[in-house]
């Protein structure tokens, strides 16, 4: 038995109970999900899906999957009813890179354009950037935020009008304000675009009723299970029921191969969580404390950007303070508090250094964190940045 690598672990859950964890992506799963993604469903095999006459699909390639197609039909079944819908499901995505690969592989050809948020506006590598696969293959084109920091739908709207993209996608990373997705359908419909939401970071607030839902308006949604939802990593595609069969290929055998049914228990075991009223109750938790931790720092005269937020996360602008994003999360990591630097829009830093930190309460409010915890916390940073100085920065700031 390698004592090394339980070593390594023993070290880890000891950094993860000691500090105080605001990356916004992350969050800590129950018991149950860490004992699905820890079982013996990890030694098999199961490439293709569980028979269904209905989708035409050939089934399962190896043998031995009486159980484990049944395991996928009820993790299926169960994301349904999570967010109360009849969309097709997915649940073999690895990553939520992997479902926007395959979402992709679906439904275009490469050099195919797609209309999505910019990246330094808070859009994920996997919508256009140009070191990723997407930015690689597709002709991106992309809409902004306006100087307050909100989507401009009108400049969107426009853009598609000209542009006539294949695909509108909407969704990000570092967005604190609700999505309007309806804004986007409407210019996916009035200029013939496919429309694709990737909810990886609000999925949670979704299934929770506390964002507006996708469900209905897009035609292809992905998530990761891992954020807001609460889950193992991994991710999730749904689509309306006439594009079944081009994402389950574009899934398997487009680009992946065998599922990983340990992780599709563990998915399944976070969609039974999700389905309690403790769920809603959290999250309704995790949106309240994230006002409470913005509002917060508003007092203390910072600037957060579009001046608050409408979900679990925030943004800090330190543009005022001279201060770079990734001094103050160094910093704040000797201090044992995890967060990461962020671009703020019309940053003029570079992406390795940024003009700002994205803060969540995802995480925290799981470990049972209440606003009032998180308003102290919001002052422990505050006293930090006051030990900065912004002047060792000034060669950044050219760079
Ligand atoms: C996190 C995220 C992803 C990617 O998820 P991974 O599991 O890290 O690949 C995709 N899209 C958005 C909007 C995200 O925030």
Same mark, same amino acid.
């Given at each position: 038995?390698?004592?090394?690598?339980?070593?390594?672990?023993?070290?880890?859950?000891?950094?993860?109970?000691?500090?105080?964890?605001?990356?916004?992506?992350?969050?800590?799963?129950?018991?149950?999900?860490?004992?699905?993604?820890?079982?013996?469903?990890?030694?098999?095999?199961?490439?293709?899906?569980?028979?269904?006459?209905?989708?035409?699909?050939?089934?399962?390639?190896?043998?031995?999957?009486?159980?484990?197609?049944?395991?996928?039909?009820?993790?299926?079944?169960?994301?349904?009813?999570?967010?109360?819908?009849?969309?097709?499901?997915?649940?073999?995505?690895?990553?939520?890179?992997?479902?926007?690969?395959?979402?992709?592989?679906?439904?275009?050809?490469?050099?195919?354009?797609?209309?999505?948020?910019?990246?330094?506006?808070?859009?994920?590598?996997?919508?256009?950037?140009?070191?990723?696969?997407?930015?690689?293959?597709?002709?991106?084109?992309?809409?902004?935020?306006?100087?307050?920091?909100?989507?401009?739908?009108?400049?969107?709207?426009?853009?598609?009008?000209?542009?006539?993209?294949?695909?509108?996608?909407?969704?990000?990373?570092?967005?604190?304000?609700?999505?309007?997705?309806?804004?986007?359908?409407?210019?996916?419909?009035?200029?013939?675009?496919?429309?694709?939401?990737?909810?990886?970071?609000?999925?949670?607030?979704?299934?929770?009723?506390?964002?507006?839902?996708?469900?209905?308006?897009?035609?292809?949604?992905?998530?990761?299970?891992?954020?807001?939802?609460?889950?193992?990593?991994?991710?999730?595609?749904?689509?309306?029921?006439?594009?079944?069969?081009?994402?389950?290929?574009?899934?398997?055998?487009?680009?992946?191969?065998?599922?990983?049914?340990?992780?599709?228990?563990?998915?399944?075991?976070?969609?039974? $969580? *999700? %389905?309690?009223? +403790?769920?809603? =109750?959290?999250?309704?938790?995790? !949106?309240?404390?994230? &006002?409470?931790?913005?509002?917060?720092?508003?007092?203390?005269?910072?600037?957060?950007?579009?001046?608050?937020?409408?979900?679990?996360?925030?943004?800090?602008?330190?543009?005022?303070?001279?201060?770079?994003?990734?001094?103050?999360? $160094? *910093? %704040?990591?000797? +201090?044992?508090? =995890?967060?990461?630097?962020?671009? !703020?829009?019309?940053? &003029?830093?570079?992406?390795?250094?940024?003009?700002?930190?994205?803060?969540?309460?995802?995480?925290?409010?799981?470990?049972?964190?209440?606003?009032?915890?998180?308003?102290?916390?919001?002052?422990?940073?505050?006293?930090?940045?006051?030990?900065?100085?912004?002047?060792?920065?000034?060669?950044?700031?050219?760079?």
């Amino acid at each position: 038995m390698s004592s090394r690598v339980f070593d390594y672990i023993a070290q880890e859950e000891q950094r993860q109970q000691t500090t105080v964890e605001l990356i916004a992506s992350e969050n800590f799963v129950s018991a149950d999900v860490l004992r699905a993604v820890g079982s013996c469903l990890t030694n098999k095999y199961s490439e293709g899906y569980p028979a269904r006459r209905a989708l035409g699909n050939q089934g399962r390639y190896y043998g031995g999957c009486a159980v484990v197609d049944q395991l996928e039909e009820y993790c299926i079944a169960r994301w349904k009813e999570v967010f109360h819908t009849d969309y097709h499901v997915n649940v073999q995505p690895h990553s939520g890179s992997s479902a926007n690969l395959a979402a992709y592989f679906a439904l275009l050809q490469p050099g195919d354009s797609i209309l999505s948020m910019s990246l330094s506006n808070g859009a994920h590598l996997t919508h256009g950037s140009p070191v990723n696969f997407s930015g690689k293959l597709y002709d991106m084109h992309f809409y902004d935020v306006d100087e307050n920091g909100f989507i401009d739908y009108d400049a969107m709207a426009r853009m598609a009008r000209t542009l006539r993209p294949k695909l509108i996608l909407a969704g990000a990373s570092a967005y604190s304000r609700i999505i309007d997705y309806r804004r986007f359908a409407d210019a996916a419909r009035e200029t013939g675009a496919l429309f694709m939401v990737d909810m990886a970071h609000v999925a949670g607030l979704v299934a929770a009723d506390e964002h507006p839902s996708p469900f209905g308006l897009a035609d292809v949604i992905t998530t990761t299970t891992h954020k807001t939802l609460r889950g193992p990593r991994g991710g999730l595609i749904f689509c309306r029921p006439e594009l079944a069969k081009r994402i389950d290929s574009a899934v398997f055998p487009g680009t992946q191969g065998g599922p990983l049914q340990h992780v599709i228990a563990g998915k399944a075991v976070a969609a039974e $969580e *999700a %389905l309690t009223p +403790a769920f809603r =109750t959290y999250i309704h938790a995790v !949106v309240a404390n994230s &006002r409470a931790m913005a509002d917060e720092f508003t007092a203390m005269g910072y600037k957060v950007v579009t001046g608050g937020t409408d979900n679990h996360m925030f943004l800090l602008d330190l543009t005022d303070t001279g201060l770079t994003g990734k001094q103050v999360q $160094e *910093a %704040l990591d000797g +201090a044992g508090i =995890t967060l990461n630097k962020n671009c !703020v829009p019309g940053d &003029r830093r570079s992406p390795f250094q940024t003009s700002g930190v994205r803060i969540g309460t995802a995480a925290m409010t799981t470990r049972g964190y209440t606003a009032e915890d998180f308003r102290r916390v919001a002052h422990r940073i505050d006293a930090m940045l006051r030990t900065l100085s912004p002047a060792e920065n000034a060669a950044d700031k050219r760079a």
